[in-house]
């Protein structure tokens, strides 16, 4: 089998993921998946596609990730990787499907307005 390349997005989240046959070793920014995503929750979301199609030790996952914070990254890694084994096995996209892991989470920041405070948020009005 040769590495497949497949790429996840979360808000700024970019994740690029590289899945090879091996012993079920996940690598993300040359780190650990342990040392990066320290919470149980993160390493379930990461995990979430194999634990789903019976495959957690099947293959190697090397991670590129960058931009968001540590959720969104997680997130990006969990999409990546559900494509990425759609394109092994396409059996698996009648499991994954249905949990939602194949679908593009477009909810993006709303950008800031001029003379408000935040996006929706106004300053305060004061009647003297």
Known sequence: MEVIHKIGRRKTAVARVYLSQGKGNITVNDRELTNYFPTATLQYKV??????????????????????????QAEAIRLALSRALCEIDEENR??????????????????????????????????R
Request: net charge positive; aromatic share 10%.
């Open 47 to 72: 995990k979430q596609a194999f634990a789903l199609t019976s495959t957690e030790d099947t293959y190697d996952v090397k991670v590129n990730v960058y931009g968001g914070g540590i959720t969104g």
């Open 94 to 127: 009648t499991t994954l499907k249905p949990e939602g892991l194949l679908t593009r989470d477009p909810r993006m920041v709303e950008r800031k307005k001029f003379g408000q405070k935040k996006a929706r948020k106004k300053f305060q009005f004061s009647k």
